[in-house]
């Protein structure tokens, strides 16, 4: 059976991160099947097979659905957070996401998103997930409850274990600029960022808010405190603030985003080429080219040149042998990195609004 994308959930996408694998393979370990699949992290196209897995269809035939939940959902979320990442250019970005999600797949929808390209993750259980430290800034509750910014940006400092960044909301009570200058003046180089959460009936030019709170802050001598902004972010909002926030906080639009619509067809039985009407036959392989990436699928077994000569190898790697794992499971990280890797060699000098068909 062929795993395989036929078209993206939007129009402006032109690839896409494969995802889901390490759950499918935890799924299907132990049952007489084997996986060859592109590595966890990869970027894709439409019309190509991104795994395939071959047995008995009575071994592994009733977990197709959870086979295919596994990588839809997945597989749109680092999508879409991969998407973000190029919208930030070299800026941060922080997966706010797991309020928006049922808490049993928040940890699921984070890894994804971490791995897609964000550099960190805000809850407890999805940081544990992915072996790596949860990131976060000061809570509206705290002030809230303290009723004063700057009172409750001491009583965050002098409380909290000190290897934590002070980054303070300055959005609760007053004006931006105003609570970012009082804050800045009170913790002095120990405040590492504000971060501005502005209501959107607040907003106005929420760029020009922010380039006015980062002139207010480098005049007084600031210059280390970092932007960050959170609320309701989508790329283009990010492209747009890109050159003035440092991070940004994105949740609905990560965690919420499309899934990926794979289908999984049987395309062989017993080496005979048979597929459903609308889908090619045979086993196939997924050849790229490492200097112009472009992709070809051919016959599995069958080589060709790349039109640009370049030299094409294939994508795939069998990761299950007959129901046992043939490596270790990469780290989250180490799969974000080939992500990013991937990202960057498709990507290019192309500005992040073309590369994305923003514009
Ligand atoms: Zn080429």
């Known amino acids: 059976m062929e795993v395989f994308l036929k078209s993206f959930p939007d129009t402006r996408y032109t690839w896409g991160v494969f995802a889901g694998l390490q759950e499918v393979c935890i799924l299907l370990e132990g049952r007489p099947v084997t996986i060859h699949s592109i590595p966890e992290g990869s970027l894709f196209r439409t019309n190509t097979p991104v795994m395939n897995i071959e047995g008995n269809y009575l071994d592994f035939g009733e977990l197709e659905t959870a086979v295919l939940g596994c990588l839809c959902q997945a597989s749109g979320i680092a999508t879409k957070a991969a998407r973000c990442k190029v919208a930030c250019g070299d800026k941060g970005l922080v997966s706010f996401g797991a309020r928006r999600m049922h808490p049993a797949i928040a940890p699921m929808v984070e890894r994804a998103a971490f791995i897609g390209g964000c550099d960190g993750v805000a809850t407890l259980a999805s940081a544990r997930l992915i072996d790596e430290k949860p990131v976060g800034t000061m809570p509206h509750t705290l002030i809230l409850q303290i009723g004063d910014t700057v009172e409750a940006a001491l009583a965050f400092d002098e409380i909290i274990d000190p290897g934590v960044p002070r980054i303070v909301l300055i959005d609760t009570f ?79 639009q990560i965690s919420s985003a499309a899934t990926l619509d794979y289908s999984l067809d049987i395309v062989e039985i017993e080496g005979e080429p048979v597929a459903k009407r609308g889908k090619c036959s045979g086993r196939k392989d997924l050849l790229r080219c490492r200097r112009c990436m472009k992709d070809y699928v051919v016959p599995y077994g069958e080589h060709r040149a790349c039109d640009c000569t370049g030299e094409l190898s294939s994508v795939f790697v069998k990761v299950m042998e007959n129901g046992k794992l043939v490596s270790d499971f990469l780290s989250a990280r180490q ?25």
Do not use: M
């Open 174 to 252: 007053q004006d931006e600029k105003f609570e970012a200058i009082r804050v800045a003046q009170e913790l002095k180089d120990r405040l590492s960022g504000v971060r501005l959460d502005t209501p959107a009936s607040r907003r106005g030019n929420f760029r020009t808010i922010l380039k006015e709170v980062r002139w207010e802050l480098d005049t007084r001598g600031f210059d280390q405190v970092k932007l960050y902004v959170s609320g309701g972010l989508d790329t283009d909002d990010i492209i747009n603030l890109a050159d003035t926030a440092d991070a940004f906080g994105v949740g609905t």
């Open 335 to 359: 799969i974000r990195a080939h992500c990013l890797d991937e990202v960057a060699a498709i990507q290019k000098d192309i500005p992040p609004k073309i590369f994305l068909g923003l514009v």
